[in-house]
């Protein structure tokens, strides 16, 4: 008989359950999870990482991407001290105090998870870990079944990475037969590239060019082509161009009018019902009240930015919704952040924490928070009122 009986949750509950957003440490480049850099040896693997590490130390944008500023754990295990440091020499004049290096570590199973927990604890602002390379960090395998060795050993730093939610960087590479599919191109068997949650190849047109291609694929970004040229003078690779240059979306409709009912009650109580009919007074739009709460959960990030937090629970009788207006000024704000727990809602470990991660903080607790917590205050000039789809924060959307 078995013990551990499946956790489920039906269609409709996650559907309109808030859940932790997905945590990037470079903003639609680098999530939290697993991920792999591959590329030809001595192609300049290691600045790029370098760059990155110091980036995300230090807070600044790499390229035009904005970062989760936090520690950062780069495991140089094929350099020595000396030259990490004749590196930081060539790269920087200020290194960032977040940004910590080591050369020797253990293997995968035997210690390298306890000595990375160990390192979680002292430093729980932690965003991002690099492993150079990640053959460091593997036994000799005497597994028949190559593929089971690589999923197992990759799953193994997957479940730290989702378990904390941090981003694991692991620089790998390429093998020596070209593909018309660079991912096809990474070293090892399909267990590594398809355990990961984002691949990266770094690939030279040339070898003795400096011009390079950052091929990225993965679960939770958009397939993209960034094109690179290292910088022999500076040691960084430098942003040419990105194959992504779609315009922003606009935003939608229903949270401009949710917008326009918050800047006007400043804090709701009530069932979707009631919501959406709070909607219909103010903004003369009919909405769903199961469309309605989607809406809300799919696009909470944009609504903390407009200052909008919320909360679900259910009562006895029924499922009720709790949300704040918070901005400067405000009269009847109280200044207080809600946070609430979501009862009886199984969740994997790398799920418990705030909707919204404050930058460079680790929120791997115990309890999974729905937090509209962190916003964005959005300010507004006296006596003006914005129209609907105007990007500014409206006050009436008729």
């Not at 804090?267 to 019902?273: C, H, K, N």
Request: aromatic share 6%; with cysteine.
């Amino acid at each position: 008989m078995l013990q551990n009986k499946l956790i489920t949750m039906d269609a409709g509950t996650l559907l309109t359950t808030p859940l932790p957003q997905t945590r990037f440490i470079a903003s639609e480049l680098i999530p939290q999870g697993l991920h792999i850099l591959a590329g030809a040896p001595k192609i300049g693997k290691s600045w790029l990482a370098l760059q990155i590490c110091l980036r995300v130390a230090s807070g600044e944008t790499l390229w035009s991407f904005p970062v989760t500023c936090g520690t950062v754990l780069y495991l140089c295990l094929e350099d020595s001290f000396s030259r990490i440091q004749n590196r930081l020499f060539d790269i920087t004049d200020d290194a960032p105090d977040k940004l910590r290096f080591a050369t020797m570590s253990a293997v995968i199973g035997e210690g390298l998870e306890n000595q990375v927990e160990d390192f979680l604890k002292s430093y729980p602002d932690t965003v991002l870990i690099v492993i150079d390379t990640l053959q460091r960090v593997r036994k000799a395998s005497t597994d028949a079944n190559p593929y089971a060795s690589d999923y197992r050993d990759i799953g193994i730093l997957k479940q730290l990475a989702d378990k904390h939610r941090i981003a694991i960087l692991l620089i790998h590479h390429l093998r020596k037969m070209n593909d018309d599919d660079p991912m096809n191109m990474i070293s090892g068997t399909t267990g590594i590239s398809g355990a990961t949650d984002s691949n990266f190849v770094l690939k030279k047109d040339k070898r003795s060019g400096n011009a390079a291609t950052r091929y990225c694929v993965g679960r939770d970004i958009e397939y993209r082509e960034l094109q690179l040229e290292f910088d022999k003078a500076a040691h960084i690779w430098n942003l040419l161009s990105d194959s992504i240059t779609d315009e922003p979306q606009p935003t939608d409709e229903i949270i401009i009018h949710l917008t326009a009912v918050m800047v006007s009650l400043l804090s709701f109580t009530g069932t979707a019902t009631e919501l959406a009919d709070e909607i219909e007074k103010t903004c003369g739009a009919v909405i769903l009240p199961n469309v309605l709460i989607k809406k809300m959960i799919r696009n909470q990030t944009e609504l903390t930015g407009r200052g909008i937090t919320f909360e679900m629970k259910r009562t006895h009788d029924r499922k009720e919704i709790s949300m704040r207006y918070e901005c400067d000024g405000c009269v009847g704000n109280d200044g207080i952040r809600d946070t609430a727990s979501v009862s009886n809602l199984p969740t994997q470990d790398g799920e418990k924490s705030g909707l919204s991660p404050k930058p460079g903080v680790n929120h791997g607790d115990d309890s999974m928070q729905v937090k509209g917590a962190w916003p964005v205050v959005v300010p507004r000039a006296e006596n003006t009122a914005p129209q609907c789809g105007s990007g500014m924060v409206p006050f009436r959307c008729r």
